[in-house]
Structures are given as structure tokens and as C-alpha cells.
């Protein structure tokens, strides 16, 4: 242990009433986990590790992880992106001795990430976002699934399940990925029925459970039948679905305890499946591409079990186009295809790859959905 | 009896920490772990080596800051709780003035200052702005911040993923970042930027301001009691403003080195509960500037520490949220003790009599 400062720790424990408990302190420092020569990972959340959405999502693979022989997993939630993240990897690094880090959430990855791999060499980064670019740290990875497949597969499910033909859609900013669901789902449920609509709200951030069960509500007043969203936490939204007794598709991972009723289907993260096999990689010294993307095909998402009241006609028709997704012989995104202006933005003939960085400055919302990217 | 006065001024809040202490051992044997461990992680994560105790730093700069938001006021007498308006709006202003003036090709040490300065009158105006509705209007203060600073946290959302948006920023709108040359660096040899030193800077003029200076105790006579401050002649509209306005400087440099130092550009992260915590911190100072500094060292270094916790204990995230808010109850609960507690050396007299008021050199009005 090294103490550059003045304080004796001797102060410090009477300070905080530990007093005479005689801790040692560099016991602790190395923890067991090093001294058994184990593999240390590490998981870090920007929410809880239990809300049902977009962290437990990650929490699930950190589990997986956890399954795996030689390997200790650390899990820190709620750090925010602000140098609390830098601060939260380097203590796993410093103090753990963490080799591989997944900091899961967007806003981690620049500058953060990007300047702690710059100094920290030996650790591999693997991120969450699809943000790595060409010069950046080769030691900093960036992951990233093509959900809009899965939440394409839900939309036709709901468009099968809807008798309004009006669906909701509560999303958090207007940003591409999520303008990119929106439209998969739409575009989902229109290929039951081309004269079902959309109609988005957008909350303005990530997790706001009060505006988000106003939405929901205001959806369902509105005639919506079948509500999915693009949040953290989909919890209010599922929720609200069952209270309201209208139906909905989950997001992030599976939320049908919360609405056994409700619950038609969902667009899910397959971290459980992707995380296992990305460590062992690393435990066998093989290389990791920077840029770590994929969708069905490459099993980075997956659809939650179907309700048992999801019709025989609605399954086959989402399960035959996920076999075509597993078969690479399906794109969500293909002309001709008009936005809700009215303007072009995809022409006929034009089918684009899910690989396809265009999708990732998607700004529009296709014809259907009623709502406004501004 | 100075030494006295000190250890009765300083009592409470010791109690109070001891108390808490208690409460959270008596919480973590309930959530099935080893309290001695659990202290034994929080000291190890928070200064238990030279890389806790950069941690600790970094996380206690803003927070020294963002307390003098709430200690300034507090001396005049107004509960002012918007340091995060102050510290968002002073983030926003110090980009919005920083990328032109580092597209003029200026060197570092003016684009700083630039938005240094951008940073502070920005905070100022928000924040000096409660203290004249309060003086000239009669509008509660405390109310007043806390939506002025939901107002300039929405307005600069709205900046930030609007006008101000870099259109390269796709899936996480923000401004454009300043280039990495011209950000605030850090104190040599260390991971820590040189906004703590500024923070400690700010702490120990504010100090200065506050009990060596005619226009200091000028304050602090309007904050016993505004009336007799009318009474010998202070200028009390001019304290208020002064005062309220420092303490907008404060949380707006906050909001600039977090921008300078730590982010590089303006996004919605901005707003992360560093004007927040501030609050605690300075009630835990009991809005004194100089012991501003040991609370938010204290303060970061829980922070700093509450991974470990997860991560050795496999305690919930939640565990140093309760630590703070035990420690928040406890110190509330013991400010009623102030005054109360008298050490048996010190003879139950009659106080000294207070310190005469002249109004001829105080306020210089």
C-alpha cells in the first residue's frame, strides 16, 4: 500500500469509528481472486442491475460470465458518464485487478473509455455502443446488436394482435437507434397490414418512469392497442399495458412477469449468449475486432417467448422471417421507402445492409408513424 | 475557550457521524454483512491507497465548488439549493464561449479563461437572480433556485441536443468537443485536474470573504438578522446580490472545469447531481467555506468507495445512498443539539456579548 499523503490510517479509521478493529487494509488490496490466478471481469452499469431493461439486460450476461470456471466478475451500478465511470474501471483495474471491462453504457465510451484504454494497455475494453473508430485504442472495443431485427419480428406480432391498428410507441430521444425501432416495429406490424400507424412520444431521456406511464396512458387513450417503447427501464410502460388491458412488446430483455396478460413478445439483448463467448476468447488469447456487431444471425438479439395467446398465423410469420434474418436473406430497411413527409429514402431496388453505417445516422421516421424527429 | 467554543461548535456533527456510523452497521448486519469489513472496504476504496485517494480527489473538485453554492447564501441567510442549474447552465456557457474562441487559435491559457469567465457570470446571473426576486419581489429563495434550476437544466438540454448539437454526435447529442490541448490539465504526476485546486482555491477566499472582510461580516449581520442590519444602515439589496452572485461563480466554474476538465463537451450528462450533493456537503460543513473541504473529501470519498462495496460485499448499488442519507437524517437531527451542548469547561454564564456593528465601515455604504 502506498500512502502519499500525511494522513496516518490509524486517523482515518477513528475518524469513521473502526477505531480498534485493526483492518489491514493491504489484505484487502490483493484480493483472493488475483492470488488464484483467476481471470478478473468487470461489469459496469449507468442504472440499476434490476430494472427490467437495458441494464438488467447486461446483468444477465455478467451472470453468464460469472458461470464460467476461472473467471471473477465485479459489478458496479448507477455510475454515472461523467469521470465516475473512468474512476469506477480504473479502482477494478487498480484495486481487483480487472483484465477485461465492459462498460455498458453509450455515453461511457467518449472520452472515458478512450482514455483509459490509452493508458492501460493490458486491459481489454469491451463497450457497448458501436462507437469505435479507425486510430482509436486497439485494446478498446465496441459491441453493438441489431435489435431493430428483433423489435421487426415483435412488430409483427403486434400488427397481427392489434384491432385498432393503431400501436404506441414511447421512446426517449430522437436519436438514430431509437428512430431505427421505431420504424422496424412499424415497419413489422405493416407487413400484416400496410394501414396499421405508429404514433411515438418521445420523453426527452432515458429513464423517466412518470412521463413514460403518462405516455403509455395517453397512448391507450388514444386508441393504441399495443404499446412497446424505447427506454431504459420499460417497466411503467409494461405495466401500464396490463393495467389498461391493452397489449405490448417488451424491449431489452424479457418483462413478461410484469405483464402476464399484456405480454405478446420482445425484442431482447442475447448478452447471456454473446458475453460467455467474447471472454473465453479473450481467456484464449485470440484477437477481438474493434468493432464487434451483429444481429439474429450472429446471436446478439433474440425474441422473448411468444404469450399463449400470440394466434398460430402471427407466430409462423414472425418465425419465418427470423428464420430469413438467421439466414442473412432479410433486411428491415428496403426500397422503396417513403418517410412520413412523404420524401424518398430509400428507392426502389436499394436494399440496405444491417452493417450498413447509413442506418446509423438514421433521421427520419417512415411513412405511418405519427410523430416528428425535431 | 476558543478551543472551547470550537469543540461545541464541532460536537453535533461528530455525533452525528458516530451515529450514523452505528445506524449503518446496524443496516449492513441486516442486509447479512460484516460491518468491520465493510468500514475496513469504505476506508481501502476511499483513501486506502494513493489511487483511492485520486479517486477521492476527483470526485470531491466539483463538490467543493458546487457546496459554496449553498455556504455563501447560507451566510446571509437564504437557503439557496440551484447549484445544479448553476453548475449545468455554467457548463453550457463555458463550451458555448470556448469552441470559438479556441477556433480563433488562442492559446490555452485564454480559451480557459474565456470560458472560465463565460462559466461564472453565467452561474452568477442565475443564481444572484434568486437572491433579488427574494430581496426586491419577496420570493422565496429556496423555491426560486430549485426551478430556476429545472428551467436552465431543460433550456440547456434543449441547446445541447439542438442548436449547439454537434450533427456528428448521432447517438449521443452533445456539442462539439473542445480539442484535447486546450483542456484544463492535471496537477503533475497525478490523474487529478487542476479544478481541485481551483475548488480549494475558491473555498479558502470564500472563507477569507466571509470572516475577514468588512463586506463578510456585513453578511453575516444581515443573515442574523436582516432587520437590524436594515437598522445600522447596511445596504442589505447590494449584500444579497454580491453574495448570491459569488455563489453563482462558484457553481458555474463547477459546470466549466467539469466541461474543461473532465467532459471535453456539453451533453445532458452534465446534470448528474454534483449541485445536489453540494447541498449535503454544506449542510455537513454547517456552511462554513474552509470545512467545506474535509465534508466533500469525505463526501468523494464515500463515493469513490461505494463500488467496493458492490463489487467485494455483493451489496446492493443502493448501499451508500443510505449511508448518505443516514448521514444527512443524523446530521439534521443533530443541529437541534447546537447551542444545547455545553462542555463542562466552560462556565454557564451569560454568552459574550455579541461584537459591536458599525455600520460605518461595514457594507462601506
Given at each position: 500500500m502506498t500512502s502519499g499523503s500525511g494522513f496516518s490510517r490509524r486517523a482515518v479509521l477513528a475518524g469513521l469509528g473502526v477505531g480498534a478493529a485493526g483492518l489491514a487494509a493491504d489484505g484487502l488490496v490483493a484480493p483472493a481472486a488475483r492470488a488464484a490466478g483467476k481471470t478478473v471481469v468487470g461489469f459496469i452499469y449507468v442504472g440499476t442491475a434490476n430494472d427490467?431493461?437495458?441494464?438488467?439486460?447486461?446483468?444477465?450476461?455478467?451472470?453468464?460470465?460469472?458461470?464460467?470456471?476461472?473467471?471473477?466478475?465485479l459489478e458496479q451500478a448507477r455510475v454515472p458518464e461523467t469521470v465516475a465511470v473512468q474512476n469506477t474501471m480504473d479502482g477494478m483495474i487498480n484495486l481487483d485487478g480487472a483484465s477485461i471491462l465492459f462498460p455498458t453504457s453509450f455515453g461511457y465510451f467518449d472520452p472515458f473509455v478512450l482514455r483509459l484504454a490509452k493508458s492501460k494497455p493490458k486491459v481489454q475494453f469491451l463497450h457497448a455502443g458501436g462507437l469505435w473508430k479507425e486510430g482509436e485504442p486497439l485494446n478498446a472495443h465496441s459491441y453493438f446488436g441489431f435489435i431493430s431485427q428483433a423489435v421487426y419480428t415483435a412488430g409483427i406480432v403486434a400488427g397481427h394482435m392489434s384491432k385498432s391498428k393503431k400501436l404506441g410507441f414511447i421512446a426517449a430521444k430522437p436519436i438514430p437507434q431509437v428512430l431505427r425501432n421505431i420504424n422496424a416495429f412499424t415497419l413489422g406490424a405493416q407487413s400484416v397490414d400496410p394501414s396499421i400507424t405508429t404514433t411515438v412520444v418521445f420523453t426527452g431521456d432515458w429513464f423517466l418512469p412518470v412521463r413514460e406511464a403518462e405516455a403509455a396512458n395517453s397512448l391507450a387513450d388514444q386508441g393504441a392497442d399495443v404499446l412497446t417503447c424505447h427506454v431504459d427501464s420499460p417497466k411503467v410502460v409494461m405495466e401500464t399495458a396490463e393495467k389498461r388491458?391493452?397489449?405490448?412488446?417488451?424491449?431489452?430483455?424479457n418483462q413478461a412477469v410484469l405483464a402476464p396478460k399484456a405480454y405478446l413478445?420482445?425484442?431482447?439483448?442475447?448478452?447471456?449468449?454473446?458475453?460467455?463467448?467474447?471472454?473465453?476468447?479473450?481467456?484464449?488469447?485470440?484477437?477481438?475486432?474493434?468493432?464487434?456487431?451483429?444481429?439474429?444471425?450472429?446471436?446478439?438479439?433474440?425474441?422473448?417467448?411468444?404469450?399463449?395467446?400470440?394466434?398460430?398465423?402471427?407466430?409462423?410469420?414472425?418465425?419465418?422471417?427470423?428464420?430469413?434474418?438467421?439466414?442473412?436473406?432479410?433486411?428491415?430497411?428496403?426500397?422503396?421507402?417513403k418517410d412520413n413527409k412523404g420524401n424518398t429514402v430509400i428507392g426502389a431496388g436499394t436494399t440496405v445492409d444491417e452493417f450498413d453505417l447509413v442506418l446509423e445516422q438514421m433521421n427520419y421516421l417512415v411513412a405511418g408513424v405519427i410523430g416528428s424527429t425535431g | 475557550m476558543r478551543l472551547v467554543r470550537l469543540a461545541e461548535a464541532t460536537a453535533p456533527p461528530v455525533l452525528a457521524l458516530l451515529a450514523t456510523v452505528v445506524a449503518f452497521a446496524l443496516f449492513l448486519l441486516a442486509a447479512g454483512a460484516d460491518p468491520l469489513q465493510a468500514y475496513g472496504l469504505i476506508y481501502l476504496g476511499a483513501f486506502g491507497t494513493w489511487f483511492s485517494w485520486q479517486n477521492t480527489l476527483v470526485r470531491a473538485a466539483p463538490l467543493l465548488l458546487t457546496a459554496l453554492g449553498m455556504a455563501l447564501p447560507a451566510q446571509i441567510g437564504l437557503i439557496v439549493i440551484g447549484a445544479e442549474g448553476g453548475f449545468v447552465a455554467g457548463g453550457v456557457a463555458a463550451i458555448a464561449?470556448?469552441?470559438?474562441?479556441?477556433?480563433?487559435?488562442?492559446?490555452?491559457?485564454?480559451?480557459?479563461?474565456?470560458?472560465?469567465?463565460?462559466?461564472?457570470?453565467?452561474?452568477?446571473?442565475?443564481?444572484?437572480?434568486?437572491?433579488?426576486?427574494?430581496?426586491?419581489?419577496?420570493?422565496?429563495?429556496?423555491?426560486?433556485s430549485l426551478l430556476i434550476a429545472y428551467i436552465s437544466i431543460a433550456v440547456c438540454d434543449q441547446l445541447v441536443e439542438g442548436a449547439m448539437r454537434d450533427p456528428a454526435s448521432l447517438n449521443k447529442p452533445s456539442t462539439r468537443s473542445l480539442p484535447d490541448a486546450l483542456m484544463l490539465g492535471?496537477?503533475?504526476?497525478?490523474?487529478?485536474?487542476?479544478?481541485?485546486?481551483?475548488?480549494?482555491?475558491?473555498?479558502?477566499?470564500?472563507?477569507?470573504?466571509?470572516?475577514?472582510?468588512?463586506?463578510?461580516?456585513?453578511?453575516?449581520?444581515?443573515?442574523?438578522?436582516?432587520?437590524?442590519?436594515?437598522?445600522?444602515?447596511?445596504?442589505?439589496?447590494?449584500?444579497?446580490?454580491?453574495?448570491?452572485?459569488?455563489?453563482?461563480?462558484?457553481?458555474?466554474?463547477a459546470g466549466m472545469v467539469e466541461v474543461a476538465a473532465v467532459q471535453g463537451a456539453a451533453s445532458a450528462d452534465l446534470a448528474v447531481g454534483y449541485g445536489y450533493t453540494g447541498i449535503l456537503v454544506a449542510f455537513l460543513a454547517r456552511q462554513n467555506p474552509l470545512a467545506v473541504i474535509p465534508v466533500a473529501v469525505l463526501m468523494g470519498g464515500l463515493e469513490a468507495s461505494g463500488g467496493l462495496l458492490e463489487q467485494r460485499l455483493q451489496l446492493p448499488d443502493a448501499t451508500i445512498t443510505v449511508l448518505r442519507g443516514l448521514l444527512f437524517i443524523m446530521l439534521l437531527a443533530s443541529e437541534t443539539l447546537q447551542g444545547k451542548l455545553r462542555l463542562k469547561l466552560r462556565p454557564r454564564a451569560p454568552r459574550a456579548a455579541p461584537e459591536p456593528v458599525r455600520p460605518a465601515q461595514a457594507g462601506g455604504a
Amino acid at each position: 500500500m502506498t500512502s502519499g499523503s500525511g494522513f496516518s490510517r490509524r486517523a482515518v479509521l477513528a475518524g469513521l469509528g473502526v477505531g480498534a478493529a485493526g483492518l489491514a487494509a493491504d489484505g484487502l488490496v490483493a484480493p483472493a481472486a488475483r492470488a488464484a490466478g483467476k481471470t478478473v471481469v468487470g461489469f459496469i452499469y449507468v442504472g440499476t442491475a434490476n430494472d427490467y431493461g437495458y441494464n438488467q439486460a447486461h446483468a444477465e450476461g455478467a451472470a453468464a460470465v460469472r458461470k464460467m470456471p476461472g473467471v471473477t466478475v465485479l459489478e458496479q451500478a448507477r455510475v454515472p458518464e461523467t469521470v465516475a465511470v473512468q474512476n469506477t474501471m480504473d479502482g477494478m483495474i487498480n484495486l481487483d485487478g480487472a483484465s477485461i471491462l465492459f462498460p455498458t453504457s453509450f455515453g461511457y465510451f467518449d472520452p472515458f473509455v478512450l482514455r483509459l484504454a490509452k493508458s492501460k494497455p493490458k486491459v481489454q475494453f469491451l463497450h457497448a455502443g458501436g462507437l469505435w473508430k479507425e486510430g482509436e485504442p486497439l485494446n478498446a472495443h465496441s459491441y453493438f446488436g441489431f435489435i431493430s431485427q428483433a423489435v421487426y419480428t415483435a412488430g409483427i406480432v403486434a400488427g397481427h394482435m392489434s384491432k385498432s391498428k393503431k400501436l404506441g410507441f414511447i421512446a426517449a430521444k430522437p436519436i438514430p437507434q431509437v428512430l431505427r425501432n421505431i420504424n422496424a416495429f412499424t415497419l413489422g406490424a405493416q407487413s400484416v397490414d400496410p394501414s396499421i400507424t405508429t404514433t411515438v412520444v418521445f420523453t426527452g431521456d432515458w429513464f423517466l418512469p412518470v412521463r413514460e406511464a403518462e405516455a403509455a396512458n395517453s397512448l391507450a387513450d388514444q386508441g393504441a392497442d399495443v404499446l412497446t417503447c424505447h427506454v431504459d427501464s420499460p417497466k411503467v410502460v409494461m405495466e401500464t399495458a396490463e393495467k389498461r388491458g391493452i397489449f405490448c412488446t417488451g424491449y431489452h430483455t424479457n418483462q413478461a412477469v410484469l405483464a402476464p396478460k399484456a405480454y405478446l413478445t420482445g425484442a431482447e439483448w442475447n448478452w447471456t449468449g454473446l458475453y460467455p463467448r467474447l471472454v473465453g476468447d479473450l481467456i484464449a488469447g485470440k484477437t477481438l475486432p474493434n468493432m464487434i456487431r451483429g444481429g439474429f444471425r450472429e446471436g446478439f438479439v433474440r425474441n422473448s417467448a411468444y404469450n399463449a395467446i400470440v394466434p398460430e398465423a402471427a407466430r409462423k410469420q414472425a418465425d419465418a422471417v427470423r428464420e430469413q434474418f438467421m439466414a442473412g436473406s432479410f433486411a428491415v430497411f428496403k426500397g422503396p421507402l417513403k418517410d412520413n413527409k412523404g420524401n424518398t429514402v430509400i428507392g426502389a431496388g436499394t436494399t440496405v445492409d444491417e452493417f450498413d453505417l447509413v442506418l446509423e445516422q438514421m433521421n427520419y421516421l417512415v411513412a405511418g408513424v405519427i410523430g416528428s424527429t425535431g | 475557550m476558543r478551543l472551547v467554543r470550537l469543540a461545541e461548535a464541532t460536537a453535533p456533527p461528530v455525533l452525528a457521524l458516530l451515529a450514523t456510523v452505528v445506524a449503518f452497521a446496524l443496516f449492513l448486519l441486516a442486509a447479512g454483512a460484516d460491518p468491520l469489513q465493510a468500514y475496513g472496504l469504505i476506508y481501502l476504496g476511499a483513501f486506502g491507497t494513493w489511487f483511492s485517494w485520486q479517486n477521492t480527489l476527483v470526485r470531491a473538485a466539483p463538490l467543493l465548488l458546487t457546496a459554496l453554492g449553498m455556504a455563501l447564501p447560507a451566510q446571509i441567510g437564504l437557503i439557496v439549493i440551484g447549484a445544479e442549474g448553476g453548475f449545468v447552465a455554467g457548463g453550457v456557457a463555458a463550451i458555448a464561449a470556448g469552441l470559438p474562441l479556441a477556433a480563433l487559435g488562442l492559446p490555452a491559457i485564454f480559451v480557459l479563461t474565456g470560458m472560465a469567465l463565460a462559466g461564472m457570470a453565467t452561474g452568477a446571473a442565475l443564481v444572484a437572480a434568486c437572491g433579488a426576486l427574494r430581496h426586491w419581489r419577496g420570493v422565496n429563495e429556496t423555491i426560486s433556485s430549485l426551478l430556476i434550476a429545472y428551467i436552465s437544466i431543460a433550456v440547456c438540454d434543449q441547446l445541447v441536443e439542438g442548436a449547439m448539437r454537434d450533427p456528428a454526435s448521432l447517438n449521443k447529442p452533445s456539442t462539439r468537443s473542445l480539442p484535447d490541448a486546450l483542456m484544463l490539465g492535471t496537477i503533475p504526476g497525478t490523474n487529478i485536474h487542476l479544478g481541485l485546486v481551483l475548488g480549494l482555491v475558491f473555498c479558502v477566499l470564500a472563507y477569507v470573504f466571509v470572516f475577514h472582510t468588512t463586506w463578510g461580516f456585513a453578511a453575516r449581520v444581515v443573515g442574523a438578522n436582516a432587520r437590524a442590519g436594515r437598522l445600522v444602515g447596511l445596504p442589505v439589496g447590494r449584500l444579497i446580490l454580491i453574495v448570491t452572485a459569488l455563489a453563482g461563480m462558484a457553481t458555474g466554474l463547477a459546470g466549466m472545469v467539469e466541461v474543461a476538465a473532465v467532459q471535453g463537451a456539453a451533453s445532458a450528462d452534465l446534470a448528474v447531481g454534483y449541485g445536489y450533493t453540494g447541498i449535503l456537503v454544506a449542510f455537513l460543513a454547517r456552511q462554513n467555506p474552509l470545512a467545506v473541504i474535509p465534508v466533500a473529501v469525505l463526501m468523494g470519498g464515500l463515493e469513490a468507495s461505494g463500488g467496493l462495496l458492490e463489487q467485494r460485499l455483493q451489496l446492493p448499488d443502493a448501499t451508500i445512498t443510505v449511508l448518505r442519507g443516514l448521514l444527512f437524517i443524523m446530521l439534521l437531527a443533530s443541529e437541534t443539539l447546537q447551542g444545547k451542548l455545553r462542555l463542562k469547561l466552560r462556565p454557564r454564564a451569560p454568552r459574550a456579548a455579541p461584537e459591536p456593528v458599525r455600520p460605518a465601515q461595514a457594507g462601506g455604504a
